[in-house]
């Protein structure tokens, strides 16, 4: 029988999962990060199973610089939904591939230091990812806030399993002192893949929130301080006027231009008049149209989630029972009004 290591077929479900995200055609750029996060995930896959699973040495010059690849991709794809860098793409670049600069400088100079680096590495960017997240779906202002929830989610997760991953080689160490690495291949081959199938996974979960195409337009400067319900007055009527809340692709960033009102005006309001974040205020809005087409008229209900700015079924029928506590059928047949 043929022997096909562990993370060979892990390698083979990274690659169809990334050509299942490139083929989704929504007409959204991609966030690039992300897919060659998942690309680099596969590749690393593919080189510990030549390593553990037939012996291959030669290509432990190349893994070290792959895996100190992959937190500065998840950092990257983070950042593209959280926020427009100040810094030129090829600052962006630069600074990002200092890591795997450094590792392969490393290899050269110094190699046992190389598990130290890549441990300082992983703990270091998941750390700053979750730094990030801190004010929760909010901090994914270019995201938009249909798939806010899910994007966030899975980002936790990519910050989990670096912090796996520095883990694994910490107790590859331990085995290395302690036994003479008698589990070490254990610990790499099965430890190391999980970890690259959470990363990946969550990586290629977090670019459905597509980054929708806007115009280059600067956020205006921020006005004088103003109260709270002066910002949730101005904020409220573009949702009850003009409807924004329609929009699939509104995001934090967006609706800090319709209104005028610096980003973080806007969350701390909401979050202190509502005790809610931005993501489900707006979708507090979308859910009571939904309820009221429901009642009203005999729209197929996947219409009616399309026409109140949901794109997903999972995240209509979440934010529905949320607010009502209720499924959108159940709510129809308890308050249709008879014909």
């Known amino acids: 029988m043929v022997f096909i290591p562990l993370p060979f077929v892990v390698a083979i479900l990274l690659v169809v999962l990334l ?21 680099a995930s596969a590749v690393q896959s593919t080189l510990l199973g030549l390593r553990w699973g037939y012996g291959v040495r030669e290509v432990t010059y190349l893994t070290p610089i792959i895996a100190a690849s992959v937190p500065p991709l998840a950092y990257c ?11 030129r793409l090829w600052q962006r670049i630069g600074l990002h591939a ?28 998941a750390t700053t990812i979750l730094l990030l997240m801190r004010p929760g779906t909010d901090a994914l202002r270019i995201a938009p806030f249909e798939g806010a929830v899910p994007a966030y989610r899975a980002i936790i ?39 690259l199938i959470i990363i990946a996974i969550a990586g290629a979960a ?38 924004v809340y329609r929009d699939p692709d509104l995001n934090l960033d967006r609706l800090s231009r319709k209104a005028g009102i ?25 859910i009571a149209e939904a309820c009221a087409l429901l009642s009203e008229t005999d729209k197929p209900v996947t219409a009616i989630m399309l026409d109140v700015g949901f794109l997903t079924k999972s995240n209509f029928n979440r934010e529905f029972r949320r607010v009502t506590d209720t499924t959108p059928q159940a709510w129809r047949s308890k308050t249709a009004k008879p014909t």
């Open 98 to 125: 200092l890591p795997a600069v450094g590792v392969a400088i490393l290899l050269v100079v110094r190699r046992d230091a190389i598990d130290a680096a890549l441990i300082a590495i992983f703990i270091g960017y």
């Open 157 to 195: 997760f990519a910050a989990a399993a670096l912090l796996l991953s520095s883990t694994i080689d910490i107790l590859v160490i331990v085995d290395l002192a302690l036994s003479g690495g008698r589990h070490t291949p254990q610990l790499v081959s099965v430890g190391n893949v999980v970890a």
């Open 262 to 286: 610096p980003v973080r005006q806007i969350s701390s309001a909401i979050n202190r008049a509502t005790g809610k974040n931005v993501s489900q205020y707006v979708n507090d809005y979308r």
């Open 77 to 87: 794809g983070v950042a593209q939904l959280v926020r427009r860098s100040r810094f």
């Open 206 to 243: 977090a670019s459905r929130s597509r980054t929708p195409t806007d115009s280059a337009e600067p956020v205006p400067a921020p006005p004088p301080a103003e109260q709270d319900n002066e910002t949730i007055a101005r904020v409220g009527a573009l949702m009850e006027d003009r409807h």
């Open 19 to 39: 050509v299942a995200v490139v083929r989704r055609t929504d007409g959204e750029p991609a966030n690039l990060p992300f897919l060659i996060l998942v690309l």
